[in-house]
């Protein structure tokens, strides 16, 4: 029986149209969010710089390379599924899956320590933006873990494999989004005075 999946062309992208509809009109929700921060920002500089200087450059540079980190374990997970090997396609989907749980651990504690601080949304314009962008990519974050614990375990029990992975490749694409949003919000949140 032949594999639909091999028989992919421009309009049957990785993951199929649908997650790609779902990716593009994420990116383009936050892009939206971008421009408005950063008209906001051209009006009052000097008050969104100040604020800007009280965020933690550490942790969100940790952040950026624990979710890097993930998208490359998502991909060689995928790899390794395509290739027929599931035991270690199922290790470094576990691995990505950690490196979704650390990025949440970090922001939530990043997020702890703004709140100890009254740095909450209505602490000034730029705070809101920081905590909309910033807690809506922890939502997409925190769906992109749940949805690889469910292929994990798809993956140990069979579901998927070399034949079937169209849901892990959906799924992948969900966890890249994740990692493409935040290297847009990271530079400009953290580090564009």
Known sequence: MENSIDNK???YPPGGILIWIIILLEVLTFTIGIAVFVYQK?????AFTQSQLLLNKAYATINT???ITGGFMMATSLHLLKAGDHKKSLSWIRGASGMGLLFLCIKG???????AHGLTIDYDSFFTFYWLLTGFHFIHVLVALIILLFLARGI???RYSKDDYLDV?????FWHMCDLIWLLLFPVLYLMV
């Open 9 to 11: 062309n421009i309009y």
């Open 42 to 46: 051209s009006g009052d500089t000097e």
């Open 65 to 67: 390379i624990v979710l």
């Open 109 to 115: 504690y990043e997020y702890f320590e703004k709140i």
């Open 156 to 158: 140990r029990k069979g």
């Open 169 to 173: 490749e959906s799924g992948a694409a």
